[in-house]
T-cell receptor, first 119, second 112 residues
Framework: GAVVSQHPSRVICKSGTSVKIECRSLDFQATTMFWYRQFPKKSLMLMATSNEGSKATYEQGVEKDKFLINHASLTLSTLTVTSAHPEDSSFYIC???????????????FGNGTRLTVT | SQQGEEDPQALSIQEGENATMNCSYKTSINNLQWYRQNSGRGLVHLILIRSNEREKHSGRLRVTLDTSKKSSSLLITASRAADTASYFCATGSNFGNEKLTFGTGTRLTIIP
């Protein structure tokens, strides 16, 4: 159980275009989803916390107008990278917690990540 | 800034040996979790230890937590080639905050 599906796994886009990444919880309802960015051989950097039905909470230094997050249902959150630039190239990973889970004492379930390359 | 720092950054051992990774953190925590990441993939939760626990086992994994030293260790016994991955510690607090903060990771290579 507790499967998180992230799509696409890889995407290449041109500078100036927008890319949407989907994160779905397949067998549980996720009230909270988290979006991370990971640089090669580095740790995960939290970008934003996405709560179903409300606005996402962005971490300091993350541009909310550039990284649009929508969490419209209990099983789907999307991250849209708008007007992508080569420096946005990275590995983006989503994660989710189950509904009703004591948030700080429960593990996160991760998607398999999206490798974004902006040319 | 990263809460956790793993040590060592990279570790190579022979198959069958034990692998030990350490994690240090800076602030008060409610729990500490260890995750594994295969190259180019998402993270998989391994084990969670609460702040009032000192040691926890799960299969070939043994985790210790020393809150006075703000440190944790992950021991993988009888390592296998399939254990090759990056391992991250992550800390959670309950100060009105659901976030997990990840450490810098240890890249473990098991040599067959």
């Amino acid at each position: 159980g507790a499967v998180v599906s992230q799509h696409p796994s890889r995407v290449i886009c041109k500078s100036g275009t927008s890319v949407k990444i989907e994160c779905r919880s397949l067998d549980f309802q996720a009230t909270t989803m988290f979006w991370y960015r990971q640089f090669p051989k580095k740790s995960l950097m939290l970008m934003a916390t996405s709560n179903e039905g409300s606005k996402a909470t962005y971490e300091q230094g993350v541009e909310k107008d550039k990284f649009l997050i929508n969490h419209a249902s209990l099983t789907l959150s999307t991250l849209t990278v708008t007007s992508a630039h080569p420096e946005d190239s990275s590995f983006y990973i989503c994660s989710a917690r189950g509904q009703g889970a004591m948030s700080y004492n429960s593990p996160l379930h991760f998607g398999n990540g999206t490798r974004l390359t902006v040319t | 800034s990263q809460q956790g720092e793993e040590d060592p950054q990279a570790l190579s051992i022979q198959e069958g040996e034990n692998a030990t990774m350490n994690c240090s953190y800076k602030t008060s925590i409610n729990n500490l979790q260890w995750y594994r990441q295969n190259s180019g993939r998402g993270l998989v939760h391994l084990i969670l230890i609460r702040s009032n626990e000192r040691e926890k086992h799960s299969g070939r994994l043994r985790v210790t937590l020393d809150t006075s030293k703000k440190s944790s260790s992950l021991l993988i016994t009888a390592s296998r080639a399939a254990d090759t991955a990056s391992y991250f510690c992550a800390t959670g607090s309950n100060f009105g905050n659901e976030k997990l903060t990840f450490g810098t990771g240890t890249r473990l290579t098991i040599i067959p």
